[in-house]
């Protein structure tokens, strides 16, 4: 990989066949419409990617119990660590034109599609989702009328004195809160609730301005996987059932190790 030429970079996670191959592709839209732009990518075979030189891949292991929302968290991880400004971006998404390189963004988190967490539409109906909402933000001194939830596909994360590591932190936390209790989709509650934590508002300035050159294909729906995934075999489903529940238990005790009084007080 080239040294990096500039102050904010994109990252993604890319985990199976499928992902790395879209990954590859958002890395080539970026050589196009934002030469010098570096693709951070967590993904399961870093060597894929040896012959990108926008790409600074990084190995990466499912981390969690079912699926991997909250995994995204150790894209920009890396990434915030080589450069001021990661804008997080699903591996399922394309630029269709040129990266705005002159926006000025502020510390913190900044995403374009956001309302308050209580009465987003996953959740106002959702009692078991709702509880551990409520549950969450006591643990953490929150009020959750005053949390955000927000799309968690496209966020920019900028430098906030440390903030944003903490953030991180708590993100990993608050999404193992949820696995546990076996809410595995999405993150944006977790996202909520973490900036919330450190004293961070949804920002929205420059967002529409990247979000005009991006294209998203929501490749890790359902209908989505039915269309493109052969149905399972009997001994794959028990096979991912097992996988399942060893990690599940093991993520018990893990999460009883390091933090009992968060997870089940």
């Not at 987003?120 to 709702?130: A, V």
């Not at 991912?240 to 390091?258: D, F, G, P, T």
């Amino acid at each position: 990989m080239n040294p990096p030429s500039k102050n904010f970079c994109f990252c993604t996670l890319a985990l199976g066949k499928r992902y790395r191959l879209m990954a590859g592709e958002l890395a080539q839209d970026l050589e196009k419409h934002s030469p010098g732009t570096t693709l951070v990518i967590c993904t399961d075979a870093p060597e894929n990617f040896k012959s990108f030189s926008n790409v600074a891949p990084y190995k990466h292991v499912q981390r969690g119990i079912h699926r991997c929302y909250h995994d995204k968290r150790f894209a920009i991880e890396k990434a915030i660590a080589q450069f001021p400004i990661v804008i997080l971006v699903d591996a399922d998404t394309r630029i269709v034109g040129d990266i705005p390189e002159d926006i000025d963004w502020q510390p913190g988190i900044t995403s374009g599609t956001t309302r308050g967490i209580l009465i987003h539409g996953g959740n106002k109906d959702h009692q078991m989702r709702l509880a551990c909402i409520w549950d969450i933000a006591k643990k953490l001194g929150l009020s959750p009328e005053q949390v955000d939830w927000t799309e968690e596909n496209f966020l920019v994360v900028t430098q906030d004195q440390g903030k944003e590591l903490e953030f991180l932190e708590l993100w990993g936390k608050i999404g193992r809160y949820f696995e546990l209790n076996h809410i595995h989709s999405g993150s944006g509650n977790a996202i909520g609730l973490a900036a919330a934590a450190v004293g961070w508002r949804f920002q929205q300035a420059g967002w529409q301005d990247i979000n005009a050159v991006r294209q998203h294909f929501y490749a890790n729906t359902e209908r989505q996987r039915a269309t493109e995934v052969p149905s399972l075999s009997f001994v794959e489903r028990l096979k991912r059932k097992l996988v399942y529940h060893s990690r599940l238990n093991r993520a018990r005790i893990v999460a009883a190790l390091n933090d009992f009084r968060f997870y089940y007080r």
